[in-house]
DNA sequence: AACGATCCCTGTTGGC
DNA sequence: TGCCAACAGGGATCGT
């Protein structure tokens, strides 16, 4: 599932074939994929013509700036890819966006499940777009360990669920969320309100770890495919997951089995060794 | 306000 | 073997 490195290494992809280049003919073929008020007509009126000026990243959110002020905001939801392609190579299914750009190259955007979407807003919408929910960037501006614990102060709700989260902090999904609290040995039952700022500093480091290894590997690529590199191989971070998707088997920690149970319908995968409740 | 449940969607998987 | 229910989950929304 694509979540912050996912997203970071599409968007670097993504920028490197569309900054400075000017977005000759959309198609939106999907009507879910329009979001925001904006038909899929409308989005292809809004960025056709365009130059490209920057494209940024937030939390999961991947946000391009245009020359004439626009936004082309996207989010890859559960099963959302961006390619770059030859014109002429045939779509393949579920290409719900296309966009060929003035030397050549074409953006597709591929989503089988629909939750992910590619739309086009201006600057006054950009807050009611989603992006304005979000929180401080998971990576490249976490909170300090006092603003952390200030986030979660009174919260009753379980750890995991608040590292979901994402107007607490914005990139972690599902597996990053279990992988960082395994590497910093927090039960994900624990109530957010409840931990120290010496777990909530070991949290925070963790998650920088987390996120730093999976963007250099490449990302996670699970068996179901949903996300690939650029190139189209698979990430690599796969062998680097200590408890997602390890139910049953041993922890590489401690040996104990790793357990799986579910949080605000969530698979969610911890060491009942290493991530003791706290008393 | 905070929290939990539900819904959206479709390819894959597991059980009978 | 074949069919179908269950499952996967990011984010919006709704009821409590």
């Not at 490197?16 to 329009?34: D, F, K, M, N």
């Not at 395994?182 to 010496?198: M, N, Q």
């Not at 920088?208 to 495919?225: K, P, Q, Y």
Request: glycine share 10%; proline share 6%.
């Amino acid at each position: 599932m694509p979540e912050l490195p996912e997203v970071e290494i599409t968007r670097r992809h993504l920028a490197q074939a569309l900054i400075g280049r000017r977005i000759e003919t959309v198609s939106v073929t999907h009507p879910r994929t329009a979001r925001f008020n904006a038909s899929p007509e409308e989005v292809e009126a809004r960025l056709e013509g365009r130059e490209v000026a920057a494209v940024a990243r937030q939390g999961k959110f991947i946000v391009i700036r245009l020359d004439d002020g626009h936004i082309m905001v996207a989010h890859l939801g559960m099963s959302g890819r961006f390619t770059v392609e030859e014109p002429g190579d045939d779509p393949e299914s579920h290409t719900h966006f296309k966009a060929t750009l003035d030397d050549g190259a074409q953006v597709r955007f591929i989503d089988p499940r629909t939750f992910g979407f590619v739309s086009a807003v201006d600057e006054d919408e950009l807050a009611d777009s989603g992006v304005g929910r979000l929180g401080p960037d998971a990576w490249l501006d976490p909170p300090s360990p006092e603003e952390l614990r200030e986030m979660l102060s009174g919260r009753t709700a379980p750890i995991k669920a608040l590292l979901l989260d994402q107007a607490i902090v914005a990139g972690l999904g599902n597996i990053y969320a279990d992988e960082a609290l395994h590497s910093a040995g927090v039960h994900p039952l624990s109530p957010g309100g409840v931990l120290t700022v010496e777990q909530a500093e070991t949290l925070l480091s963790s998650i920088s770890e987390v996120l730093a290894n999976a963007i250099e590997s490449g990302g996670t690529t699970l068996d179901d495919l949903a996300y690939l590199l650029p190139d189209g191989r698979a990430g690599e971070n796969l062998s680097n997951l200590g408890v997602y998707g390890r139910e049953g088997e041993p922890c590489e920690v401690c040996g104990t089995v790793i357990e799986k149970i579910v949080v605000r319908a969530r698979s969610t995968h911890f060491c009942p060794n290493c991530q003791a409740p706290s008393t």
